[in-house]
């Protein structure tokens, strides 16, 4: 059920900066771009940027790892029946990519993402 690590989202309060800084520092362009949200392919696996700070600040605590799903609503389900808390609901955010995010029952936060156009190179 899980396929392994894929993305890590970090909060950003400027995300024009941010790209930019990230796009240098990585020397790589985005492959995904748009003003709620800009992707980046870095060594196979997603560096995401989000400039919503409703759902969290930045900085410290204010990232998510994503641990990739073939299908999110089972994986969800299993999750929150074992006894994780709902951070997240289920939602799409674009290109038929779905994400959701849960608590363990320690505290820790555990993303979901069922990402479509993202796979990891085969050896």
Same mark, same amino acid.
Request: charged share 20%; proline share 8%; aromatic share 14%.
């Given at each position: 059920?899980?396929?392994? *690590?894929?993305? &890590?989202?970090?909060?950003?309060? !400027?995300?024009?900066?941010?790209?930019?800084?990230?796009?240098?520092?990585?020397?790589?362009?985005?492959?995904? !771009?748009?003003?709620?949200?800009?992707?980046?392919?870095?060594?196979?696996?997603? *560096?995401? *940027? !989000?400039? !919503?700070? $409703?759902?969290?600040?930045?900085?410290?605590?204010?990232? @998510?790892?994503?641990? %990739?799903?073939?299908?999110? $609503?089972?994986?969800?389900?299993?999750?929150? %029946?074992?006894?994780?808390?709902?951070? =997240?609901?289920?939602?799409? @955010? %674009?290109?038929?990519?779905?994400?959701? =995010? &849960?608590?363990?029952?320690? %505290?820790?936060?555990?993303?979901?993402?069922?990402?479509?156009?993202?796979?990891?190179?085969?050896?």
């Amino acid at each position: 059920m899980i396929l392994g *690590l894929r993305t &890590v989202i970090y909060r950003v309060g !400027d995300l024009e900066r941010a790209k930019a800084w990230y796009r240098e520092v990585f020397a790589t362009a985005p492959y995904f !771009d748009e003003p709620f949200y800009v992707g980046f392919n870095i060594g196979g696996y997603e *560096l995401g *940027l !989000d400039p !919503d700070l $409703t759902v969290g600040p930045p900085g410290p605590g204010g990232s @998510v790892a994503y641990w %990739g799903v073939e299908a999110i $609503t089972s994986a969800f389900e299993r999750f929150v %029946g074992l006894g994780a808390a709902v951070v =997240s609901p289920i939602k799409e @955010v %674009g290109g038929g990519i779905r994400v959701a =995010s &849960v608590a363990d029952p320690f %505290g820790n936060i555990i993303g979901l993402i069922e990402n479509p156009h993202f796979k990891l190179p085969v050896d």
